[in-house]
């Protein structure tokens, strides 16, 4: 398999809305193997195909490669949960709601508190092609929710006010225009 690079913002790939898979070939399967070698490579927890560039509506999560736990006993406990989500759709969302501090791969080292519902119940196809619907919380509703934005070519950062989000949108053109005046 294959490390993709990661779009970063400002790239416009990141808003575009990603088209549905209508069928579950070895294409497919080997995207999703990118995904995760692109994912971990990066120490992320999920990523969207378009963030490899590919507008296809394809996510990958590994919760149990999220963040650093507190304990070194903790971190060892770690188990891999690689999971696999095609054409995700999100079909409930509770009225409660939490505040979780999100990054992204696409806008890296750059965090912020976003408020979210506090669980969502989803849809998806597994890569054999098996309908599943499942009802989430915690760690896994926010990486759906985050994952399921970037498929609808939304990001992260369009959770902030308008001030934070024309903040770091700035920051990364400017940090994109010198890269490319440097390259």
Not at 10 to 36: C, G, N, Q, W, Y
Request: net charge negative; hydrophobic share 40%; charged share 35%.
């Amino acid at each position: 398999m294959a490390e993709k690079p990661i779009v970063i913002l400002p790239d416009p790939k990141l808003r575009l809305v990603s088209e549905p898979i209508a069928a579950i070939t070895d294409e497919v399967r080997a995207l999703a193997r990118d995904m995760f070698d692109s994912m971990y490579a990066a120490n992320g927890i999920g990523l969207a195909a378009i963030q490899i560039g590919v507008p296809k509506r394809l996510v990958v999560c590994d919760l149990g490669k999220g963040p650093k736990a507190e304990t070194e006993d903790e971190e060892k406990q770690r188990e891999p949960d690689p999971q696999v989500f095609v054409n995700p759709e999100i079909v409930w969302r509770s009225d409660e709601l939490n505040i979780y501090e999100e990054g992204c791969l696409s806008i890296p080292d750059y965090t912020e508190e976003v408020e979210r519902p506090a669980r969502v119940r989803f849809r998806y196809l597994t890569l054999d092609g098996e309908p599943r619907e499942v009802e989430a919380e915690g760690l896994l509703s926010i990486c759906i929710q985050h994952e399921v934005d970037h498929l609808d070519g939304k990001l992260f950062i369009d959770h902030l006010s308008r001030l934070k989000r024309d903040r770091v949108t700035r920051k990364f053109a400017k940090a994109a225009k010198r890269d490319a005046a440097g390259a």
